[in-house]
């Protein structure tokens, strides 16, 4: 909270610096270009504004510490039960057996779609990773059709996948046969 107080005071205090530097350069270009004194006309605002602002800061300040203090509770038009006072003695001459009903309730169960949703989330992940994959080949056949043959870019090309499976094997083109796990 005192973290969102000091976000709202720095941009008060710099809407207010803003809001004074053009004041000043607005009021010394209407003084030095065609010698209109600002101040004569915008001095009784001004001063309007700061002790409007004042009274509000300090009739605020007053109020909280008063309906804290107090313990005051605010409704605005929400009204408390207040339980009649017969009800709430006990009555000795009225004895009642009271049957108890349960009544069925709907039970909210918010996990439905859940296994449906992890489903969804995980054919998404599929997708998208074949859509890498995809993107990968074409790219290293563009871009290394020039530089290797056949044979070796369908071995790069199965390399880049158990790389991307997690599966590293290396095989070295120049040695017949050699795989390392």
Do not use: W
């Amino acid at each position: 909270m005192t973290d969102s107080i000091q976000i709202h005071r720095k941009k008060a205090s710099f809407i207010l610096a803003v809001s004074v530097t053009s004041y000043s350069v607005i009021a010394t270009y209407l003084y030095n270009c065609h010698q209109i004194n600002l101040m004569e006309y915008t001095t009784p605002i001004i001063l309007s504004i700061v002790i409007l602002t004042l009274s509000c800061a300090f009739s605020q300040r007053f109020f909280y510490r008063y309906l804290i203090k107090n313990n005051v509770c605010i409704s605005f038009g929400k009204q408390k039960e207040s339980i009649p006072p017969e009800i709430t003695q006990p009555s000795d001459t009225i004895t009642a057996e009271v049957e108890v009903i349960e009544v069925p309730t709907a039970r909210n169960d918010y996990t439905d779609g859940y296994d449906e949703r992890i489903a969804e989330i995980e054919r998404e992940k599929a997708e998208q990773q074949a859509d890498i994959m995809r993107v990968m080949h074409e790219y290293t056949t563009y871009s290394m059709a020039e530089f290797l043959s056949k044979d070796d870019l369908i071995t790069l090309h199965e390399n880049i996948e158990c790389f991307a499976m997690g599966n590293v094997i290396y095989t070295n083109p120049y040695v017949p046969n050699s795989t390392t796990h």
